[in-house]
C-alpha cells in the first residue's frame, strides 16, 4: 500500500512541478492556461492523498473552476497584440526573478530547518489527534469537522470574512457603474452630425 501512495504521490508531484513550470515558460497564454489546470488539478489530487477532503474539494471549485474561469474569460477579453508582451522567459528581470526566488527559498529553508528537531514543538504546536477525531475522520472526513469549528468556534471569523467579499463585491460595481456612465450609448445620435 505504501509503495501505491508513493507512486502516486511522486507521479502528482512530478505533473504540478512540470505544469507549473509550464505556466511561466509556455509562449501561447492558452497553453499557459491548460497547464495551470493540469496544476490545479493535481494539487487537488495531493490532498486527496493526503486524506483532506474538504480541501481538495475546496480547490477544485475555487482554482479549478472558479479562477479558470476568469482567467478564460481575461484571455478572451484582451487583445491578440498583447500577447506577444506576456513572453518574457528569457528577460534578464526572469534571471533575477530566479535568483531571488531561489534565494528566498534558501532563507525559509534555512530559517525552518535550523534545529528543526529541537524547536519543532515551538514552531508548529503539533498535538496529535485524539482516537474520537480519528474514528470521526473515518467514518465522514474532513468536512464534518471543519464544519462543525466552522460553524461553532470561529463562526464571527466566517461571517467577518462574508462582510468582506460583500464590500469586494460592492466596491467591484460601484467602480463599474463609474466607468459605464462614461461611455456613450451607440442608439443616441451624436449632435453636430449630420444624419
Known amino acids: 500500500m505504501d509503495i501505491i501512495y508513493s507512486l502516486f504521490f511522486l507521479i502528482l508531484s512530478f505533473t504540478v512541478v512540470t505544469s507549473a513550470l509550464g505556466v511561466v515558460f509556455l509562449k501561447k497564454i492558452v497553453h499557459s492556461m491548460v497547464s495551470l489546470i493540469i496544476c490545479f488539478l493535481s494539487i487537488a489530487g495531493i490532498y486527496i492523498l493526503l486524506n483532506a477532503d474538504f480541501v481538495a474539494i475546496s480547490q477544485l471549485m475555487i482554482y479549478g473552476v472558479g479562477i479558470t474561469i476568469i482567467m478564460i474569460f481575461a484571455i ?11 513572453w518574457i522567459a528569457f528577460a534578464p ?12 527559498f534558501i532563507l525559509v529553508a534555512y530559517t525552518v530547518c535550523d ?46 470574512l462574508s462582510v468582506l467579499l460583500l464590500a469586494a463585491i460592492l466596491g467591484a460595481v460601484v467602480l463599474t457603474k463609474k466607468d459605464s456612465e462614461r461611455l456613450v450609448n451607440p442608439t443616441t445620435e451624436i449632435s453636430g452630425k449630420e444624419g
Open 76 to 86: 478572451m477579453l484582451t487583445s491578440r497584440e498583447s500577447e506577444k508582451k506576456l
Open 93 to 104: 528581470r526572469t534571471l533575477f526573478a530566479f535568483l531571488t526566488s531561489i534565494g528566498l
Open 115 to 160: 534545529d528543526f528537531e529541537k524547536n519543532i514543538k515551538d514552531i508548529f504546536n503539533i498535538n496529535p489527534p485524539g482516537i474520537e477525531t480519528i474514528e470521526l475522520i473515518k467514518q465522514s472526513g474532513t468536512s464534518v469537522i471543519i464544519g462543525k469549528q466552522l460553524f461553532t468556534n470561529y463562526l464571527l471569523p466566517f461571517e467577518l
